[in-house]
């Protein structure tokens, strides 16, 4: 299943064109663009504008915060097993007695 539609791909060329002729302006200074990274950026937030079929945008502090949750749930995780094998080797060794 395809993840971007063709009037997506349409907008993303069309914006890489007009960044190589050099007409491609940033948003809100007007700055022309130079990075392709930023064209494609543009293309694609111009198709999500039209309503074309384009994945939902991720930003760094969204996968940051995603990444330390799964730290910090594997520490509990971790935790959790080790309180639960103590538990475990206390009520053995007592029972020996």
Not at 70 to 82: D, L, N, Q, V
């Amino acid at each position: 299943m395809a993840k971007y539609s063709k009037k997506a791909g349409e907008k993303v060329e069309k914006a890489m064109h007009e960044m190589k002729e050099g007409k491609l302006k940033s948003g809100r200074s007007g700055k022309k663009v130079k990075s392709r990274k930023q064209a494609i950026a543009i293309g694609l937030s111009e198709a999500r504008e039209k309503g074309a079929k384009v994945p939902e945008k991720s930003s760094k502090k969204a996968a940051s915060k995603k990444s330390v949750k799964k730290a910090s749930a594997k520490k509990s995780a971790k935790k959790t097993t080790k309180k639960a094998t103590k538990k475990a080797t206390k009520k053995s060794t007592s029972k020996k007695k």
